[in-house]
């Protein structure tokens, strides 16, 4: 399992703008900030603002700031936001059925309900202000010196 690039980018989207609170920014702003492309931020910016964890000001003054107060902001939140609720097993899946017809019996479907569970609660527990924690500005490497 690996967190998308644009979950990485989401929460240090978050926690500038947690860091940088006073203002409203810019799309413009934020991209050089955080290190990433403009119409990258965009994509992200779009699926925190679907999400409820990012609002955005139209208008010539207009710009973003966080959707809710940073201690109400989960990992677990952004990363649903970004990549849809976490499901490390298709047999987890809420509508999925046993190919093999225990669904109820299986140790392996077991033991990735308790993975999936722990991991869930992990990120649930940490929010955008605890991770910014001391104000400091979050760490960035520019997108394109990533390997994906």
């Known amino acids: 399992m690996k967190i998308q690039i644009s979950t990485d980018y989401a929460i240090r989207i978050l926690q500038y703008l947690h860091v940088n609170k006073e203002d409203i920014h810019t799309a413009m702003m934020i991209s050089q900030a955080v290190g990433i492309t403009y119409p ?20 010539r003054k207009g710009g973003y700031r966080l959707g809710k107060p940073a201690d109400q902001i989960s990992i677990y939140d952004v990363f649903a936001g970004v990549e849809g609720e976490l499901c490390l097993s298709r047999c987890l899946q809420r509508d999925q059925n046993c190919d093999r017809g225990n669904l109820d019996t299986c140790h392996l479907r077991s033991f990735f309900h308790g993975v999936q569970e722990t991991l869930v609660e992990k990120m649930m527990q940490q929010d955008i202000a605890a991770l910014t924690q001391g104000g400091a500005e979050p760490c960035h490497e520019r997108e394109d010196s990533l390997v994906s």
């Open 40 to 59: 990258f931020f965009i994509k992200i910016a779009n699926l925190l603002k679907k999400s409820g964890l990012l609002y955005a000001e139209q208008g």
